[in-house]
Antibody
Framework: EVQLLESGGGVVQAGGSLRLSCAVS????????VSWVRQAPGKGLEWVSA????????HYADIAKGRFTIFGDNSKTTLFLQMNSLRAEDTAIYYC???????????WGQGILVTVSS | EMVLTQSPGTLSLSPGERATLSCRAS???????LGWYQQKPGQAPRLIIY???TRATGIPDRFSGSGSGTDFTLTINRLEPEDFAVYYC?????????FGGGAKVEVK
């Protein structure tokens, strides 16, 4: 059974850092890409970053470039999102999501809340 | 960068009625790589349709997707109480894989 479980969220001051984790089971990101997608309070979905199949090549949305780093562990079952220089507008629920055979998201975690206080 | 515009923003319908949601892309979506997601309050999104018209695993056949190029439609026949939710389209034919702004189907 495919599962994704996020952790590491919380409250951080503007300018601070936070590292999110996404533990996956039922697959590894050797075979499927995994993304981070966020949702600000009351707003829509926004793709943030992905790690491609193989768990090596990262991809970033413009809002994440230069501030966020995505990487995985050696077992290819835990994905991390290191977020630096956080801003109030980064406040959101962050979901990790497994990609299918193409970059649609067929499985999602339950999400983790990140609050950046100014 | 591709922009997806969903309409209407809110659709007020009664159970048993048909919902028709539109997603218009600012450029042609490569390979019709267009997905639809359902999100209920406090829950993660759920994949409904991918490749414009293919139902995801476990999705009932009252959900159907159609369209190509820049214009796509999600149709929900005979709305069930559990179908009232927000629906998002997403294109994944070219980076970045943008989402539409969402469309809410609410009880009339």
């Amino acid at each position: 059974e495919v599962q994704l479980l996020e952790s590491g969220g919380g409250v951080v001051q503007a300018g601070g850092s936070l590292r999110l984790s996404c533990a996956v089971s039922g697959f590894t990101f050797i075979n499927y890409a995994v993304s981070w997608v966020r949702q600000a309070p009351g707003k829509g979905l926004e793709w943030v970053s992905a790690i491609g199949r193989g768990g090596v090549i990262p991809h970033y949305a413009d809002i994440a470039k230069g501030r966020f780093t995505i990487f995985g562990d050696n077992s290819k079952t835990t994905l991390f999102l290191q977020m630096n220089s956080l801003r109030a507008e980064d406040t959101a629920i962050y979901y990790c999501a497994k990609e299918g055979d193409h970059p649609y998201f067929d499985y999602w975690g339950q999400g983790i809340l990140v609050t950046v206080s100014s | 960068e591709m922009v997806l515009t969903q309409s209407p923003g809110t659709l007020s319908l009664s159970p048993g009625e048909r919902a028709t949601l539109s997603c218009r892309a600012s450029q042609s979506v490569n390979n019709n790589f267009l997905g639809w997601y359902q999100q209920k309050p406090g829950q993660a999104p759920r994949l409904i349709i991918y490749a414009a018209s293919t139902r995801a695993t476990g999705i009932p056949d009252r959900f159907s997707g159609s369209g190509s190029g820049t214009d796509f439609t999600l149709t929900i026949n005979r709305l069930e109480p559990e179908d009232f939710a927000v629906y998002y389209c997403q294109q994944y034919g070219s980076a970045p894989h943008a989402f539409g702004g969402g469309a809410k189907v609410e009880v009339k």
